[in-house]
Nanobody, 121 residues
Framework: QVQLVESGGGVAQSGGSLRLSCAAS????????VGWFRQAPGKEREFVTD????????TYANSVKGRFSISRDNARNMAYLQMNSLRPDDTAIYYC??????????????WGQGTQVTVSS
């Protein structure tokens, strides 16, 4: 079993930045792709970004391309989401995930508890 704990959420102004962290324990972190999802009030959960097991390949939702950056440090069992140029519609609970991958297919196996990000106008 893998446990994921997000931190770093908070309040930022439009145009500001936040960095989220995801700490993993209870498994072999480097076995998993890491992703971030978010869910805003009244909306469905949506994919934000993910990164492969060695940190060499990342994918981003169009809504965050050029603004957000995902990274990971397997030696520290950590992953990060750097969020720049924040907008009010980035307001959501952000969830870290660990996914098992076979070739190009990745299935989310574990979810963190989420961390709140609020962006004011």
């Amino acid at each position: 079993q893998v446990q994921l704990v997000e931190s770093g959420g908070g309040v930022a102004q439009s145009g500001g930045s936040l960095r989220l962290s995801c700490a993993a324990s209870g498994g072999t972190f480097s076995d998993y792709a890491v992703g971030w999802f978010r869910q805003a009030p009244g909306k469905e959960r949506e994919f934000v970004t993910d990164i492969n097991y060695n940190g060499h390949d990342a994918t981003y939702a169009n809504s965050v391309k050029g603004r957000f950056s995902i990274s990971r440090d397997n030696a520290r069992n950590m992953a990060y989401l750097q969020m720049n140029s924040l907008r009010p519609d980035d307001t959501a609970i952000y969830y870290c995930t660990a996914a098992s991958c076979a070739g190009k297919r990745c299935d989310v196996a574990y979810w963190g508890q989420g961390t709140q990000v609020t962006v004011s106008s």
